[in-house]
């Protein structure tokens, strides 16, 4: 199938010589919810705003649905909306009027009936008349959302759509991301939280100094690098670990309480079985054993520190 | 073409004019007003004739120009400069929408707004002095030009300024002085002959006298000529805008 977007070697270089972007190439698929995870300046804004024709890149090329996003920039850019990081919005504008703003830019055809269903979609819809400059924080975000979606677009950019939002309104967005993408829209978000792109991707993309580090299935991912910890929580605090242990790779906690064991859980010997005997063997009481996945964050850290 | 862009970002525009009806339309009214009580009745009951016109008739083509200049200016660089501040400009910049399409409809609502500025004043002006118009398609045509060119005018200052200061800057230091030595007020006749040939350095020299020809068929300087200067200033500003939209010139990275 052909992917909806699709990026090729593309740099870009910055006047003041910065690299944001090192020969990135992607593929995103229609439908999908795509993460793109990375610390600040990692070059996520910079990849979102050449697709969307607010950076120009410096080499390579981008496809949006068939189309060049130069040579056919009035297709590509219909196909689009973005939500910009920033709180970006008119001070004395009304949520109605900046609504019907973005759907005419877009060259769209005037549609009460559709903005109507999108202000209600977004809780927005008693709203309509209010000055933007006296909603919220977390309003002005959905006006954003309201506004990238007011020309119906097929790929939906969220630049980091949760950052600084609380929690009860970063699970709203979340599920309103995935009524999004049961619509057909395919999205592509970047964010800080892994939490986030654990809880509503379906591929997580590592993106560190301008460099896509990896693309895949988010339990892919987790499955392939996730490794398991086996937590052994002691009776009675040691100081060092017992001959008899010194042979597995263990970490004793700084408390001498806890002997942390990590394991792949692919392999067929784990070890837990003579770990545990061994730790019988060495006189040591159990008070309590549990496992623990590595998460997502774990995974993403260990990427950007060994890339670096 | 984008009809709907353009039509949103003209009404837009002239929406936040309409908003703001005292800033936008009384003030530089109110201001052309008092230039006519205190030079046209003040001073003027002083000066007789000017090139055979009452000095207070005399007056109304370069105090509608003073005003046309300073608001087609203020109108365009405000109009695309607060978009560039606030970074609500990434919504035209992420648009389907070509360089022509946002000139029509951020200069087009500029000029517009200035035109209507300009009719203002010379009805206004109708209650203080006599007025006859010699050649009233000729005017229109000076103020809509003129309109346009400085709107586009303007709207470079917008794209180029990277804060309010350098938003004044121009207006102040420059296109003031320049209409203020241009002769809206005067004649260049009357000054000495070598403040006279300085004076034609100045291109609003040339739009003044072309317009206060329309009026009074006097003028101090070729009408030829002063059209061939405006529409060499507004092929001058579309060049530079053009470059400017090409390379992304304080717009894109």
């Known amino acids: ?308 | 073409m984008n009809t709907y862009a353009i039509r949103v970002i003209y009404k837009y525009e002239m929406l936040r004019a309409w908003e703001t009806l005292a800033q936008s339309f009384a003030s530089p009214v109110i201001s052309t007003v008092l230039y006519f009580v205190v030079f046209g009745s003040a001073i003027g009951t002083r000066i007789e004739t000017v090139e055979g016109v009452g000095y207070g008739t005399f007056l109304v083509p370069g105090l509608m120009m003073l005003a046309l200049l300073t608001q087609s200016i203020a109108n365009a660089s405000f109009g695309i400069f607060f978009p560039k501040f606030t970074g609500t400009i990434y919504e035209v910049m992420s648009a389907p929408i070509s360089i022509v399409e946002i000139l029509i409809g951020y200069v087009g609502a500029a000029a517009t707004k200035s035109f209507i500025i300009g009719l203002i004043i010379l009805g206004t002006a109708g209650f203080f002095v006599p007025l006859h118009i010699a050649h009233p398609v000729w005017m229109i045509g000076f103020l809509i030009l003129t309109c346009i060119s400085f709107s586009l005018f303007g709207f470079i200052i917008g794209l180029w300024a990277t804060d309010f200061e350098k938003l004044q800057l121009i207006p102040m230091l420059v296109i003031t002085p320049m209409v203020f030595l241009g002769g809206s007020f005067y004649s260049i006749d009357m000054l000495p002959p070598a403040w006279q040939t300085a004076t034609l350095f100045n291109p609003v020299v040339y739009l003044i006298s072309g317009f206060r020809w329309s009026f009074f068929e006097v003028a101090d300087v070729s009408v030829e000529l002063s059209l061939a200067l405006v529409l060499a200033f507004l092929s001058i500003c579309l060049v530079i805008v053009w470059w400017m939209f090409k390379t992304g010139y304080r717009l894109k990275q």
């Open chain 1, 1 to 308: 199938m052909q992917p909806i977007v699709s990026i090729s070697n593309l740099s870009k270089t910055y006047s003041n010589g910065f690299q944001a972007l090192k020969n990135v190439n992607l593929d995103i698929q229609s439908g999908e919810i795509l993460a793109l995870l990375g610390p600040n300046g990692a070059g996520k804004t910079t990849l979102i705003s050449i697709i969307c024709g607010i950076v120009n890149a410096s080499t390579g090329s981008v496809i949006v649905g068939g189309h060049d996003i130069i040579a056919d920039y009035r297709i590509t850019r219909s196909m689009i909306g973005l939500v910009p990081q920033e709180l970006t919005l008119g001070a004395f504008d009304t949520v109605w009027n900046t609504l019907c703003f973005s759907r005419g830019l877009f060259g769209k055809i005037p549609d009460p009936a559709f903005l109507e269903k999108l202000l209600k979609d977004l809780s927005l819809w008693d709203k309509k008349k209010s000055m933007l400059m006296f909603l919220s924080g977390g309003m002005k975000r959905r006006v954003l959302i309201g506004k990238a979606l007011a020309h119906e677009p097929v790929v939906l950019f969220l630049d980091e759509p949760t950052a600084g939002v609380d929690v009860e309104l970063r699970k709203d967005m979340w599920a309103l991301v995935q009524r999004l993408r049961e619509s057909g829209v395919t999205i592509i978000l970047t964010t800080h939280y892994i939490e986030e792109a654990e809880a509503i991707a379906d591929r997580v993309g590592i993106i560190n100094h301008g460099e896509l580090l990896l693309v895949d299935d988010k339990h892919a991912l987790m499955h392939k690098l996730g490794k398991r910890q086996l937590i052994v929580e002691l009776e009675k605090k040691i100081s060092d670990l017992p001959k008899a242990l010194t042979e597995w790779t263990l970490d004793l906690s700084s408390d001498g309480s806890r002997l942390t064991y990590t394991y792949d859980p692919l392999k067929i010997k784990t070890g837990i079985d003579g770990l545990l005997q061994a730790i019988r063997e060495a006189d040591l009481l159990i008070k309590d054993v549990h496992t623990k996945k590595t998460s997502l964050e774990e995974i993403f850290v260990s990427l950007v520190n060994t890339k670096k």
